[in-house]
């Protein structure tokens, strides 16, 4: 499918291989080179970047997603999601090319807001909880709280940070966003907007 088609109610480059079957919102945009398989769900006004491949898996709306990711069988990308330039998901824990293990994909739940880094790595069967911040180049290996700010190998929560991208300042366990001023608590280890 091509952009020339006057029946898309979304863009496509003429490059891209969209796999009949596959379901696009409207006003998302695939660029160059992109391979979207028959199962997959990709939400509206979403962005794929140059050599994106999405198998069977999900995708929210307003989701953009750099140069060079694969979204791999049984990943869900929830709304306002962000995958940074060559970041990787993985979905065998124990893959060998010898051995077929699709029965044994584990999910990967990107929450909403989550942003993944360049070049980061997330081991399958994990959750990146909403608005979590995974820094460039990090190997997430766990779960990943909400407003979690993770970086390094193993990723490792550094900090906490907002809605709106900003590292968050903790006194007494309260926060207030220098930028947009929403104000969050740390209960129980987690971090909370109030």
């Not at 966003?177 to 909370?192: E, L």
Request: positive net charge; glycine residues 10%; contains cysteine.
């Amino acid at each position: 499918m091509t952009a020339s088609q006057p029946s898309l109610s979304y863009f496509a480059h003429a490059t891209a291989i969209i796999d009949r079957g596959a379901k696009i919102g409207p006003g998302t945009r695939i660029w160059h080179w992109v391979h979207i398989c028959p199962t997959a769900e990709i939400g509206a006004n979403c962005s794929l970047g140059q050599n994106v491949y999405v198998g069977q898996a999900k995708i929210g709306n307003n989701v953009k997603i750099q140069n060079n990711v694969s979204v791999f069988d049984a990943v869900v990308l929830e709304d306002d999601g962000f995958c940074g330039p060559s970041m990787v998901f993985t979905n065998v824990v124990n893959p060998r090319s010898h051995i077929v293990r699709k029965h044994e994909y584990r999910r990967t739940l990107v929450r909403r807001g989550a942003s993944i880094g360049a070049n980061a790595v997330l081991l399958c069967g994990i959750e990146i909880g909403s608005y979590a911040m995974i820094g460039a180049g990090a190997v997430v290996t766990r779960n990943v709280p909400d407003f979690a700010l993770v970086m390094g190998n193993p990723a490792r929560r550094t900090g906490w940070i907002c809605q709106c991208g900003v590292r968050l300042e903790f006194a007494e366990a309260q926060a207030r966003c220098r930028d947009c001023g929403s104000i969050y608590r740390i209960t129980d280890g987690h971090c909370r907007i109030v």
